[in-house]
């Protein structure tokens, strides 16, 4: 008898000869949601699974590669268990594929018995104010995958002879743009940021780096060790000011991890003012952006003073400007819009209930719940994709060619996918190209990547 699965009965599918049918996935998405969901997909169906995770960049790990910061070489060892499950021989990686492109997510439902879309949320929401479309005004995406070489944003040669930058948002990766605009070279040693933007941010003019944050101190979503990290760069220095801190007692009632985050504005707003230091980070809270101003770029943004209304911000009526010579938009992201797959405006994210999106049709990660939670919130909601996937499946329903019928859909359109093997020799490459204090000097355009495959 052939390998055993659950269905919705609980019983292992045999085919009329005795054997499991195949099972056949394709997962639209490279990055962590994507790589959760195969492994959950390989326990749950067992042998019977063939699963392909398909990206439309020749290279897999999706936000590990381009959103992670480049000096967060921690966190972006988790692509080592991604590994062992892309060595699974029921896993397949087939990279240069783009979707909407090379194929349609119809064919693809006509050819698998799941699509799972773990496209993420890779496209910035708008400011929504006058002036957001100025030069000088960039969103994070675009901003972070400069600096992490993705080659969507290989050429967005963001303007930083001035001195001026301000940063939209409290989050974590306002945090990050912040402290690479902050770093000296040296402070790049054993990071992966690529040479384009190093050489670019070792000329730099920044002198001033402002945070605008709605709300205040006691609502930022920036986690204590990364906030922390501020403390000690070498040429910046963080500013908080002293009245914008609710009384300490206060800090009580929150969260640990906001409370620890507190605790270090705290610090820095009674740190005595270091004048050896070239830049300053400053923390404006309680600061609504409403325009975006100046003479055919971006020179100062207008910004109304808040208050909280309990949890909420609203404007106070005083205003007043922020010299700004580039602007940073650091306040969330939308997963892409895809023919055929019914679509919430408000959360950025695919209409679905609890993963399913229609009948063999599922999506995962910030493509499912919208951009919020860690790298490693992807796995628990991987597995109960999974889970809603194998319940979903009738016993007797028929295979479907699944990767045969991609790679022959595929090649009838001149379209040269990449697999992991293929991944392995573009790493050791940009490894061997690597800086001296580098792990890796990532290559940044398709023709690079497939130039190393002779393709």
């Given amino acids: ?37 195969a492994e959950a997909l390989a326990k749950s169906f067992g042998e019977t699974a063939r699963i392909d995770i398909i990206d439309k960049l020749p290279v897999p790990y999706g936000l590990i590669r381009f959103g992670v910061a480049p000096d967060h070489q921690s966190i972006k060892a988790v692509s080592k268990r991604y590994d062992k499950v892309a060595d699974d021989p029921k896993v397949r990686f087939v990279g240069n594929v783009a979707i909407g492109e090379a194929v349609s997510v119809a064919e693809l439902r006509g050819l698998y018995d799941a699509v799972i879309l773990a496209t993420g949320a890779p496209h910035d929401r708008p400011l929504g104010i006058t002036g957001e479309d100025l030069p000088g005004v960039v969103g994070s995406a675009a901003f972070v995958g400069w600096y ?9 040669d963001p303007r930083l ?10 989050g974590n990766v306002a945090l990050d743009v912040a402290r690479i605009l902050s770093k000296t070279r040296a402070e790049f040693a054993g990071s ?19 945070f605008l944050g709605r709300r205040g101190p006691h609502q930022i979503a920036m986690t ?59 923390f404006d809270f309680f600061a609504k952006p409403l325009a975006v101003e100046g003479d055919g770029r971006a020179e100062r943004i207008l910004v109304e ?37 019914p679509y919430d405006e408000d959360g950025g994210k695919y209409r679905n209930d609890r993963g399913q999106i229609d009948d063999g049709l599922y999506c995962v990660g910030w493509a499912r719940r919208g951009p919020s939670g860690t790298i490693g919130t992807n796995r628990p909601d991987g597995y109960e994709v999974a889970e809603q996937v194998a319940a979903a499946f009738p016993a007797a329903s028929g295979d479907r060619p699944g990767g045969d019928g991609l790679d022959l859909l595929l090649a009838n359109r001149g379209v040269k996918s990449t697999s992991f093997d293929d991944w392995r020799r573009i790493e050791q490459a940009e490894t061997a190209a690597a800086r001296p204090d580098s792990p890796r000097e990532k290559f940044v355009r398709h023709h690079h990547w497939l130039k190393v495959l002779g393709h």
């Fill in 148 to 156: 992490n070489g993705h080659p969507d944003f290989a050429d967005l």
């Fill in 192 to 210: 992966d940021i690529v040479g384009h933007a190093i050489d670019a941010l070792d000329g730099s003019g920044v002198r001033s780096i402002t």
């Fill in 305 to 341: 003073r808040t208050r909280l209304d309990g949890a909420r911000a609203v404007g106070t009526g005083e205003t007043y400007a922020v010299p700004a010579d580039l602007v940073v938009s650091c306040i969330g992201y939308s997963s892409p819009h895809i023919d055929g797959v």
């Fill in 1 to 37: 008898m052939g390998s055993r699965f659950r269905g919705n009965d609980g019983q292992a599918s045999i085919a009329s000869n005795g054997e499991a049918r195949m099972r056949n996935f394709a997962i639209i998405g490279s990055g962590p949601a994507g790589f959760y969901t």
């Fill in 161 to 170: 002879d001035g001195a001026n930058v301000v940063v939209i948002g409290n």
């Fill in 224 to 282: 204590p060790k990364e906030l922390g990290e501020l403390g000690h760069l070498a040429e910046a220095a963080p500013s908080v000011d002293a009245g914008d801190l609710p009384p300490v007692a206060d800090d009580e009632a929150l969260e640990p991890g906001v409370r620890k985050s507190v605790a270090h504005l705290r610090a820095f707003a009674n740190a005595a003012p270091d004048g050896t230091k070239s830049k300053t980070v400053t």
